[in-house]
């Protein structure tokens, strides 16, 4: 039922990055569900973690393990989050961590580990030790496509993206693969994005682009500071082709730009393969007195249930729309000053319904399997934009089944 | 599919008050739609309204006229919310409010005129002029179960709720009704409420007591500030016996008790009519360190539609909670003090799964059609609860559906 998400297109080969897959039964399914990373000597890695209190303990321990500075491995298991498991699942995440080392032969603080699914039980730890010795023997430049299926959960298709530009006569290649599919409140949902390039960044300028990118992409689907247990996104430099690129360059900011265009194509296969979703919709505020206020409302109503199984039933019902705008508590917001589009359809004029609006208008435009919400609130010269889908019946199987 | 609502009983008459229901066609159907409540001279009327920018016309002109200070009547029609009209819809609601004043012989400005149902369409005008008259032959004092009906939208149940208590050696009468059903984010539906009672009460006195009543009950089930277009709650007393209450007295004390205790079971009835709801849930947040944060968590959790839809499926996926309690945004929340309950058992210890806990427990709990969800965050002493339902295909269904 999920959207067609961008044609699943080969990844390249990253330079001084080699991965692998292996099958561990985390759950009882019969897939790769245990992803190995190693990178190369050299390589900088930056990261965004959750904001959860409950922050899960492969999370607490890839953030102190970072802070090394030479991480050399990444570890990935689909299937169970390993959160709200006190300190059997830190010990858990450490043992991981120490097994992928003795692999690899580097140490434990150089290794990142990371978990998705099921909340609250302990990781199969003996099956997942078992299964690096066999990942790390099986690592391999080309082992992405894989990758990106083997982090997936609730996920109906892999998601990758990808770019290869040149700077300085040089090929720079970009990859990116990620998992996330809970989108009818995408805080809520686990998200994981792992994006690399072989170009050689600076630790500092490297720190700087992650965030950037993850505020123009990934935030865009979720609400800044509400996030889930375990959602994290890595930015890999592995340095390994041409030299350090200078951030005042002409040269980084398209390699900037290059990188943010992955973040963003992977945020949005994300709301795509949303669970249950069949429209992707982006939400789009113009006229807003500050960019804060914008997404305000741009998420009000991308989040709003009301509107979101409107938007499944193909049923243009803008008072929806008008309801959730209003209830964004925006202080003094003029209602008579607000319009509304759905594409080019003017369907809210001055806070009525538009005069040359009719419902078959409406209707050709919501039963598109993607437009835009145009929410113009007369009030300033700040716009944002957000990516949401509808919600519909399949949500509740998926959410409702998830754990049988 | 609604859980079932407290049996429904006949409302008592409430002297001063008389009421007219009448079907006035608002929509393609076949029942009462129109109602029409008069007063006798000395009532004190008191109201809550939406906060929502979007305030519907009939909210705009009821706040103007509340303020005369000598309400006579309320007009109420259900299938169509007048919000999002513009002047047109401004025009509609006072021309109502003249057709009423007409029929009873009062100023337009002594009537309060209510609308719930569609966004963004305009009053069909003429035929709820036409059903004014009519209305205002009909008044009656024991209208109150068929006004119950009358003000219903997707509702599948009238909802009452009355009391009798004795106060000074004479009987004062009670009486509530509400509709309102859109509960997966209570924020979005149309809350309608009256509560009436032959008490008289001063104006001062009364202004607080509605104040008070809706902070127990209804902001117990939606977010303060985050309203639909059209809610209000209106409290009536009529004055038609007895003397007025001393505010410092004991006996307003049980009298007030008693009208708080009409407007909570009123918003419970609301809860467990939510649309598509199987379970009705009481969230329970101690040992928090303020009454605002306690609220924030119980509506976190309350709110999350992950959270509503394992209610929904019967699988106590704690998980969820702890993810839902993370979330909630709380400064310094220490993940390893919390502790959470459903029912009796305890589920979270210490923020990891109880040793004692077995999964046979939480079902137990689980697919009991009312329970308590109890978060102690371990940081504090105030409490606070609120009241949710689960999240069911039918919620998609309703709602996916509602304007076809």
Chains 1, 2 share one sequence.
Request: charged content about 20%; glycine content about 8%; some cysteine.
């Amino acid at each position: 039922m999920a959207l067609t998400v961008m044609s699943e297109h080969s990844l390249p080969q990253i330079p001084g990055i080699r991965l692998a897959s292996v099958p561990a039964k985390i759950k009882n399914w019969e897939r790769d569900d245990l992803l190995l990373v190693a990178l190369d000597e050299g390589a900088r890695v930056s990261a965004t973690f959750t904001q959860n209190a409950f922050c899960a303990a492969p999370v607490t321990v890839a953030k102190e393990h970072i802070k090394s500075g030479t991480v050399r491995a990444l570890l990935v298991n689909a299937g169970n989050a390993n959160a709200a498991t006190g300190e059997r699942g830190i010990a858990d995440a450490r043992a991981c961590c120490e097994a992928v080392a003795t692999a690899l032969n580097i140490q434990p603080s150089q290794v990142l580990p990371f978990s998705t699914g099921v909340i609250g039980e302990h990781l199969p730890l003996q099956r997942i030790l078992d299964g690096i010795p066999q990942a790390a023997e099986q690592l391999r430049a080309d082992g992405w496509d894989a990758a990106a299926r083997a982090i997936m959960t609730t996920d109906t298709k892999p998601k990758t993206a990808s770019r290869t530009i040149e700077v300085a006569g040089e090929q720079i290649r970009i990859a990116g693969i990620a998992k996330g599919a809970g989108m009818i409140q995408p805080n809520m949902a686990t998200m994981l994005a792992y994006v690399a390039t072989d170009a050689a960044i600076a630790q500092p300028l490297l720190d700087t682009l992650v965030q950037e990118a993850v505020a123009a992409s990934f935030n865009r689907i979720s609400i800044d500071g509400d996030t889930s247990t375990n959602d994290a996104c890595v930015l890999i430099a592995s340095g390994a082709t041409g030299q350090a690129v200078d951030g005042q360059s002409e040269d980084f900011a398209r390699l900037k730009q290059a990188i943010i265009d992955v973040h963003i194509e992977l945020a949005q296969a994300i709301v795509k393969d949303g669970e249950g979703a069949t429209k992707f919709v982006t939400v789009q505020v113009t006229g807003a007195a500050s960019i804060q206020e914008a997404l305000r409302v741009a998420f009000e109503v991308g989040e709003s249930p009301l509107v979101k199984t409107a938007l499944y039933a193909s049923d243009p019902n803008w008072g929806r729309l008008v309801m959730a705008v209003g209830n964004a508590g925006i202080d003094g917001l003029d209602a008579g000053k607000v319009n509304i589009f759905l594409d080019d359809v003017q369907v809210v004029q001055d806070g009525g319904r538009a005069g040359s609006y009719t419902e078959e208008q409406g209707e050709s435009v919501f039963s598109k399997p993607e437009f835009t919400i145009t929410v113009d609130l007369g009030r300033g010269e700040c716009q944002e934009h957000i990516w949401t889908c509808d919600f519909s019946h399949d949500y509740v199987t998926i959410n409702a089944e998830y754990r049988t």
